[in-house]
């Protein structure tokens, strides 16, 4: 079946330790999403990549950066995590990013920062 | 400006009883509607959405939205809840041309046994 696949799905980093969260999709969609989610929260958008155009929320912190080396691929990275960072991280992938599209979730990296 | 409400952040319900959640939103032109629902320690599933056309919209397993433009309504029903039903449930409005969703604040079912 076609998919959003997120690797690992729980991660333990320490207080400014970089971590890389990664997330895979096969089905070939242009737009990749990358959201925050916080406990009993709604999911935050970060950033998205309209194929390879990255566009970041204005209020993401720089602490937060994303790179898709290609269509199916596309990482998280937190060059130096904070306790408030700790939160579930959802990828999506929708097929032309309007507003109109569904958007198709991974089952989420569960980011502990001791 | 784009908004989503969700009125109830908690229903608890007993298997068997019918459910309703409730969203409301607020947007200027004809919305994009979604409902979503998430497991415990999982990624966000479509339940259903509404574009045009027929205002009661049917969903997978068993849910259906009707919308209601006069009271900007997108309101999720299920006649008979399930056990396997509890989650949280996300409304989500989007709007042509944007490139994002608005979410909901969430609605969290418990179902009783």
């Known amino acids: 079946d076609a998919m959003v696949i997120q690797n690992p799905r729980y991660q333990v980093t320490q207080f400014g330790k970089p971590v890389t969260l990664s997330c895979s999709q096969t089905?070939?969609?242009?737009?990749m999403y990358w959201y925050q989610q916080k406990s009993s929260q709604a999911p935050k958008l970060l950033f998205h990549y309209y194929d390879k155009d990255f566009n970041n929320e204005a209020d993401t912190p720089d602490n937060f950066q994303s790179r898709r080396p290609n269509t199916s691929f596309c990482f998280l990275d937190i060059r130096s995590p904070g306790l408030g960072d700790a939160a579930m991280y959802l990828c999506?992938?929708?097929?032309?990013?309007?507003?109109?599209?569904?958007?198709?979730f991974g089952p989420g990296t569960r980011l502990t920062v001791t | 400006a784009q908004s989503v409400t969700q009125p109830d952040i908690h229903i608890t319900v007993s298997e068997g009883a019918s459910l309703e959640l409730r969203c409301n939103y607020s947007?200027?032109?004809?919305?994009?509607l979604f409902w979503y629902v998430q497991s415990p320690g999982q990624g966000l599933q479509l339940l259903l959405k509404?574009?045009?056309?027929?205002?009661l919209v049917q969903g997978i397993k068993g849910f259906e939205a009707e919308f209601k433009r006069s009271q900007s309504s997108f309101n999720l029903r299920k006649p008979s809840v399930h056990w396997s039903d509890a989650a949280e449930y996300f409304c989500?409005?989007?709007?042509?041309?944007?490139?994002?969703?608005?979410f909901g604040t969430g609605t969290r079912l418990k179902v009783l046994a």
């Open positions: 999506a992938t929708s097929s032309d990013g309007t507003g109109v599209d569904e958007q198709y």
């Open positions: 947007y200027g032109a004809t919305p994009y």
């Open positions: 509404y574009f045009s056309g027929d205002t």
């Open positions: 989500a409005v989007g709007a042509e041309g944007t490139y994002k969703y608005i």
């Open positions: 089905l070939n969609h242009n737009v």
